[in-house]
Structures are given as C-alpha cells and as structure tokens.
C-alpha cells in the first residue's frame, strides 16, 4: 500500500488540494454475483482506506446489459467516475472520441509497461501510443466446471475431457441430471461456442478465424466438427432453464447439473458455497483437450469529468487496482489470475493454480472481446443465441451463417 500511498499523496499535492473531505468516485460494474460482489468489495475497501468514497454503481443482468448504459451516460453527459469494460476493443470508440481520461503518465510513473504480464493487457488499452484503461485481472473462459456430487450420482467417474463428458450424459440424464447447465444470455452461448471450437478445432484454426477472419476456415472441415460437438451440447443443456451464469453455476454446486462451460469468474461461486477444487468439483481447462488460457477480463475506464479533485481520485484508482496487495485481494476473491507476475498467490486454489501454470507456460490466447469488434461479437451473439436455443437451426445452416459473419467481421 505504501506505493499507492506515495501516488495519491502525489495526485493530492498535483492538484495542490488537501482531501479535506472524502472525494467520492461513482463505479459502475456488472458483477452482482455472490463471489463478483465479494470481489469487488476489495476494490472499494481499498478505496475506502486511502480515504475516498466508493459510490457502487452495479448494474445487474451481465455485461451485454450493463455496457449500453454504461456507454449512453458516458456519450450522455452522466459519466460516472469509473467503469468496468472487458479487455478489447468495448470502449475503442469512446476512446476515439476524446472521452475518456488519459491514464499515460501514472503508468509511465509506476512501470506498468514492466510488471503488468502479458503486456498484450496493456495494448488492449493503448490507443495512438497512450493508455485509457488499467487492467485488473485476467479470466480464462475455457473451462469446464464439473460436480463431482452429480456423476456420484449418476455412478459414473468424473470426466477428464469432454470426450468422457459427453459419453456420461445420458447417465447423468438416467439420474435426473442435466449434463449442461447453460445461462439464457447470448454471451454465455457465444462464449461456450467459443471454448468447443478451442477445444476440438484446436488454436490454430481458432486463430485463423478469431485473428485473420478467414471464412474459409469457418466454413472448413474443423468447425464442421466443432458445430457437431455445439449440437451435442445443445441437447445436454435443453433443460437448463435459468438466466444467469451464476444460476447456472449453483446448478453445478448442488448436483443438479454435472457441469458447466464458463469462465473461471465461476470460482468465485464455488468459494462462496464453500466448495473445495478437487474435493468438490473438478475444472478442466481447455475441456481437458487443449489445456490454454485465453486473456480475457476486465479494465477500468475513466471518463473525463473536468473536476482536477475527481481526476485525482481516478489516477489514485487507477493506481490501488494494480497495486500488489489489491491485486492478491481481488483476485482470489474474483478467481481471476492478476495482471502482475510478482505476487505470491499463495493461497490461491488448485483451479486457479493450473491457470497460473498455463499461463506461465506461454499458452495462451486472446479473447474474442479483444480479437473481434462489438458489432462483429454481436452478430455472432445473435446467430449463437438462435442456435443454442433450438434445435430447427442444423450444425451445417448455422455454419454457413456462421462462415458469413466471418467473412465480413472487423
Ligand atoms: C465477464 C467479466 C467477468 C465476469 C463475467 C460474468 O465479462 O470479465 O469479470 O464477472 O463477465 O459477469
């Protein structure tokens, strides 16, 4: 904290103003969530302590909700003091319209450039050489979350690959299981979508899609697989019937479902029930097929608000959430790998341990959030929405539709 201290000490005396009273920040987030409310009460304490005032600003209904008001009060005229948006490309054009504080010269201050790993976080906030947004965590959506309660159950062994998975459904669904618990919000079938094609088209074919937009390779033998593999999956979550990714995610903590394709903010659930890693689910990354990390998650924006004791409240934020203490604090709360490399996770569970070995590994890729732009995830969002929903959408038609959006994607 002692690094933080000089910051905000150093923000105050810039602005030549003593905080005679706590300077509040309004911070607007989706994460309303048992474990993501935990977390981000790390950030807000922290705040607290160095002697500002944290205004939550939660917004509930995930991401896809949460952004367009987020962006119509900043393009408004109501911008808050601080927002969440993913690590990409969701703010580019607020940034391209001169709306958001410049964060260059606290990350040059403090090094960012060196300690924050892989520097491909950074980049996501970079735009003409300066830096708009300071990211806090990295989440992985490639994982399977899997209870060991509901394959008991069901007498069968706990998959160690979705190969074992899918042959375990219909006992599961013999033991009046669901095999896949699944939220109704187009980011979460979009995102399941996404980990199979890692997962059985491999990282290349991901890559020439999600990186070099090839539609040929959309349209090409791998994904044919992998919307076979989207079909199957369909039917093992038809009886999901919730709305939340973390609806889902106690589906698996009960026993009800036997197991769940998100990303590992679902940890946070986990540690909130109480569960233990290995004890009382098991996580395979990559669907224990293609064991990566793809370098999703959050940053925090700043929109300029034309008040020099606000802005150095935002600067001394800005600083708090990368500092170590904060990032071991939420993270583990969040379930989250940090940003920094030189923080001892020791407490960190088995899950979050087999992330951090990945991630050391160097096998990593990005996330679609930083790969493709808003309009090009959404109409992927719409298509996926559509055919994980029904089953009058065959593999082949939704590749074709697929291949399309690809061919045209920026
Ligand atoms: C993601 C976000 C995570 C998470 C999840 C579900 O977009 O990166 O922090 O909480 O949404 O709300």
């Known amino acids: 904290m002692?690094?933080?201290?000089?910051?905000?000490?150093?923000?105050?005396?810039?602005?030549?103003?003593?905080?005679?009273?706590?300077?509040?920040l309004e911070v607007t987030h989706w994460w309303t969530s048992g474990g993501e409310a935990a977390a981000v009460a790390e950030f807000a304490r922290a705040f607290e302590e160095a002697g500002y005032t944290w205004i939550d600003g939660a917004i509930a209904g995930g991401g896809g909700t949460a952004r367009p008001v987020m962006i119509s009060r900043i393009t408004g005229g109501d911008p808050m003091g601080a927002t969440q948006f993913n690590h990409g490309r969701q703010a580019e054009e607020l940034v391209e319209a001169g709306l958001m504080l410049d964060l260059t010269e606290v990350a040059e201050a403090e090094g960012w450039r060196d300690f924050i790993h892989p520097t491909s976080?950074?980049?996501s906030c970079t735009l003409d050489g300066r830096i708009y947004c300071v990211p806090v965590n990295i989440h992985s959506w490639q994982w399977l979350w899997l209870s060991h309660k509901?394959?008991?159950?069901?007498?069968?062994?706990?998959?160690?690959?979705?190969?074992?998975?899918?042959?375990?459904?219909?006992?599961?669904?013999?033991?009046?299981?669901?095999?896949?618990?699944?939220?109704?919000?187009?980011?979460?079938?979009?995102?399941?979508?996404?980990?199979?094609?890692?997962?059985?088209?491999?990282?290349?074919?991901?890559?020439?899609?999600?990186?070099?937009?090839?539609?040929?390779?959309?349209?090409?033998?791998?994904?044919?697989?992998?919307?076979?593999?989207?079909?199957?999956?369909?039917?093992?979550?038809?009886?999901?019937?919730?709305?939340?990714?973390?609806?889902?995610?106690?589906?698996?903590i009960t026993g009800q479902a036997g197991g769940q394709i998100m990303g590992d903010w679902a940890q946070g659930e986990f540690q909130v029930a109480g569960q233990v890693a290995g004890e009382d689910y098991s996580c395979l990354p990559g669907l224990g097929v293609n064991e990566i990390i793809s370098t999703g998650g959050d940053a925090f924006y700043f929109p300029k608000l034309n008040d020099p004791e606000k802005e150095a409240a935002q600067l001394a934020l800005a600083s708090l959430?990368?500092?170590?203490?904060?990032?071991?604090?939420?993270?583990?709360?969040?379930?989250?790998?940090?940003?920094?490399?030189?923080?001892?996770?020791?407490?960190?569970?088995?899950?979050?341990?087999?992330?951090?070995?990945?991630?050391a590994g160097g096998n990593i890729l990005p996330d679609g959030n930083q790969t493709l732009s808003p309009d090009t995830q959404g109409q992927i969002e719409d298509l996926m929405?559509?055919?994980?929903?029904?089953?009058?959408?065959?593999?082949?038609?939704?590749?074709?539709?697929y291949a399309a959006i690809i061919a045209q994607a920026d």
Request: aromatic letters at 8%; one cysteine or more.
């Open 2 to 24: 002692k690094k933080f201290a000089v910051a905000a000490t150093f923000a105050a005396a810039l602005m030549g103003t003593t905080a005679i009273h706590a300077t509040e």
């Open 121 to 123: 976080l950074l980049d």
């Open 150 to 252: 509901a394959f008991e159950d069901a007498g069968v062994p706990v998959p160690t690959n979705w190969d074992e998975f899918a042959a375990a459904a219909p006992a599961l669904e013999a033991a009046g299981k669901i095999p896949l618990a699944m939220g109704n919000q187009p980011w979460q079938s979009s995102g399941a979508f996404g980990v199979l094609a890692i997962a059985i088209a491999g990282s290349e074919a991901w890559e020439a899609v999600n990186i070099d937009k090839n539609a040929d390779v959309a349209g090409g033998e791998e994904y044919a697989r992998v919307f076979e593999a989207a079909a199957a999956a369909r039917e093992f979550r038809k009886n999901s019937n919730v709305q939340d990714w973390n609806q889902a995610t106690n589906m698996v």
């Open 321 to 359: 959430m990368v500092s170590p203490e904060v990032q071991v604090a939420f993270n583990l709360k969040k379930g989250s790998l940090p940003i920094r490399g030189d923080v001892d996770l020791e407490a960190a569970n088995d899950c979050m341990k087999k992330g951090l070995e990945i991630l």
């Open 385 to 401: 929405t559509e055919f994980w929903s029904s089953d009058s959408i065959s593999a082949e038609d939704a590749q074709r539709r």
